[in-house]
């Protein structure tokens, strides 16, 4: 190339270099204020719901917010503190607030739409970020009165709590009501509950009794509902049950309260909780029912894990491991 069209190709790269600075200077594409350009904090999350397919049927799960136990210290026992403290630190949690979530399961099996427990409700013992249910349901696009069932792993304030509207009127106005008998006769009796859960009996007896004629008792092993096979775990509660769903050849356990930490339950699975109703056993149930969902690689929802609770346990030394499941953001 001659050093004449060198001349000429630098005046042209030039020119346009310049032309593009000169736009640049006029729209402000390169000033200080662009580079730093200022948005509101907008402070809000996505909704509070996740879809995703089971065979043929078709489950959502929905949120009644955020559970803050407080210290884990009190509330898990028979474990030293420095072997509580390792899990955590490994585990990248925080060793002062154990924050658990409320994840209720809806599953709609093409004939029949399922929710399984219910949250808190109206109820603030573990502070103002509960009581989400029925926001979370309509966030999902499901309409209350096209819940056909409501199916409770236990009678306990979190799980039964929205039943009921704060008027005392149904929540589910068409919905039948699941529970194991035990559960319900336990915590609807003032001579059986415990004078330390008196709002335990409280809201068992504001969202249980008044649907008492539309109450089915299940037994354990019974296939109560197509698809939905009761499983006693006993222990946490006396009632506590967890429940097999399955479509077309697909299985999932809804575990409702059989762990309460996917850390510090699953690890050292005889570790006990302050909520039980007999400690002992209901580590036992947890071992046991822990143990067949890892050896048959059942996928499940667990109620009190990270949101949205859905994952597997595998075999890990003397307990589990517990492997959330991704997001599927396409149906």
Not at 54 to 63: F, H, K, M, Q, R
Not at 143 to 167: E, K, L, Q, R, Y
Not at 295 to 324: C, E, M, N
Request: proline share 6%; with cysteine.
């Amino acid at each position: 190339m001659s050093d004449a069209n060198t001349t000429s190709l630098s005046r042209r790269q030039v020119l346009a270099g310049g032309s593009v600075l000169g736009a640049a200077a006029l729209t402000g594409a390169f000033t200080p204020e662009a580079a730093h350009a200022k948005g509101p904090m907008l402070g809000t999350q996505a909704p509070y719901f996740y879809r995703f397919k089971l065979g043929d049927a078709e489950g959502t799960i929905v949120s009644d917010g955020t559970l803050p136990l407080g210290d884990p210290h009190a509330n898990f026992v028979n474990i030293a503190g420095e072997e509580m403290d390792r899990q955590l630190r490994d585990n990248f949690l925080p060793k002062e607030n154990a924050v658990l979530e409320q994840n209720a399961l809806i599953v709609n099996m093409g004939e029949r739409t399922i929710l399984f427990d219910t949250g808190m409700g109206q109820m603030k013992n573990f502070g103002p970020t509960t009581g989400k249910l029925m926001n979370s349901v309509k966030q999902a696009g499901i309409d209350p009165a096209s819940i056909d069932a409501v199916v409770m792993s236990h009678a306990h304030i979190d799980h039964c709590g929205g039943n009921m509207n704060a008027d005392g009127k149904p929540n589910f106005p068409n919905a039948q009501y699941y529970i194991m008998q035990d559960d319900y006769d336990y915590w609807t009796d003032e001579n059986k509950v415990p004078k330390a859960f008196g709002d335990f009996l409280t809201q068992a007896r504001r969202n249980l009794t008044p649907n008492r004629d539309k109450m089915h008792f299940f037994k354990d092993g019974e296939e109560f509902l197509p698809g939905v096979h009761a499983i006693h775990a006993p222990g946490h509660t006396v009632g506590h049950t967890i429940f097999m769903i399955e479509s077309a050849g697909k299985q999932l356990c809804y575990v409702g309260d059989l762990s309460h930490h996917p850390v510090l339950l699953l690890e050292k699975p005889l570790t006990e909780f302050k909520y039980d109703t007999d400690p002992k056993q209901s580590a036992q149930s947890r071992l046991k029912n822990l143990t067949m969902l890892a050896d048959k690689k059942i996928p499940l929802v667990a109620y009190h894990f990270a949101w949205p609770g859905i994952g597997h346990v595998a075999k890990s030394g003397d307990g589990f491991r517990y492997y959330p499941s991704g997001m599927q953001m396409e149906l």
